[in-house]
Each structure stands twice: as C-alpha cells, then as structure tokens.
C-alpha cells in the first residue's frame, strides 16, 4: 500500500484555495497543449477521490487476500482428511478382502455390507487410484 497523505495533503490544501482551479488557456500558454488539457482535468477534488478509492481496492485486496487465505487452510484440511478416509478405506477393504473388486455401484454386492459400505465410500471420493490397493 502506498503512502498518499502528502499528495492529500496538498490537493487538501488546492482545493482550500480561493481561486477557480487551473484554467486550460493559461496551462496552454506555459505547457504543451496535450498537457495542459490533462492537467486543467484534474481538479483537487478528482485527486482526493482517486486516493480513496485507491485505499478502498487496497483494503479490499487485502481482505480478499485473507479470504482466500483461510480457503487454502479449509482446503488443505479437507484434503488430509479426504486421505485419512482413503486409508481406512484402503484398510477396510484389505480386511474384507475386496481388494479386487471394482466398486463402480453400491448394488453389485448386494450381500456383501462391507463392500456396499466401500462402493458408496469409492463414489462419495471418486474413483480411488489403482495404487491405492
């Protein structure tokens, strides 16, 4: 963020004046006319309001930015808990000997409680990886 107290300070201190602001013939006759109409444009008042919504986006940047932060840490929680389930149900598959069967339904095992409790599992996180078994 940067620091525009005195840029501030001095379109405060501009705008306070009791002169009309800068008139376009008289900025022609002292400068390049390209300039002059770019800087007639630019009253105090345009300047002040440019640095508020500068710190404004500033304020919001960093909000986000911390938004988004804490979206990567849920994230990252969410996935190590997503492989905690992977293993227990990599373990629960080793246990019920479903280690080569194909979880692509929850309804091919139908007697089998331990393999529709893995298909359902399977579908809930994905297809799980070939190196998974």
């Not at 008289?26 to 440019?50: C, K, R, S, T």
């Not at 019920?96 to 309804?107: F, L, T, W």
């Amino acid at each position: 963020m940067s620091d525009y107290s005195e840029l501030r300070r001095l379109a405060h201190e501009a705008s306070e004046t009791e002169m009309d602001w800068l008139d376009r013939g008289w900025l022609a006759a002292i400068m390049a006319d390209d300039w002059a109409d770019y800087v007639a444009a630019i009253e105090p008042q345009v300047v002040i309001d440019l640095i508020d919504e500068n710190e404004r986006l500033d304020r919001e940047s960093q909000n986000l930015s911390s938004q988004l932060g804490a979206c990567d840490r849920e994230r990252r929680q969410l996935k190590a808990e997503s492989e905690a389930l992977r293993r227990v149900a990599n373990e629960l598959r080793r246990f019920a000997g479903c280690n080569d069967v194909h979880h692509d339904r929850a309804d091919q095992h139908e007697y089998d409680e331990p393999c529709k409790v893995l298909a359902r599992i399977d579908s809930v996180l994905g297809q799980r990886n070939k190196s998974d078994v």
